[in-house]
């Protein structure tokens, strides 16, 4: 269970990986771990970054969204949008930024 609260999930996720032994253990091992996206993320502010830290940086975002903190996944948004090499995608992550910051707005008032 501490193993999966070090990677980023919940200890629940521990425990039904302990009762779901050794199939819950193989999930777990080849899936993406939120501490590797946000490395990816990471990475890539920095601008040492590969094609995989722009994936990782992507659904990096989506986590962040999906907490609340709309701040940090429009900034996610708006680097990634200057970084990606597909005009579909740069402009997916540029409206993702914007939609977040007119929902900043619109919970502010």
Known sequence: MELCRKAGYSR?????????????????????WPVQRELGWRKLAMGDYSDR?????????????????WEGAAAVYEKLAGQLPDSQEAEFAAGSANRLRDRMRLSEE
């Open 12 to 32: 629940g996720l521990g425990l039904l990986l302990a009762v779901t032994f050794p199939v819950g253990y193989l999930v777990f091992v080849f899936v993406d």
């Open 53 to 69: 830290d722009l994936v990782l940086a992507q659904a990096h975002a989506v986590d962040l969204e999906r907490r609340g903190d």
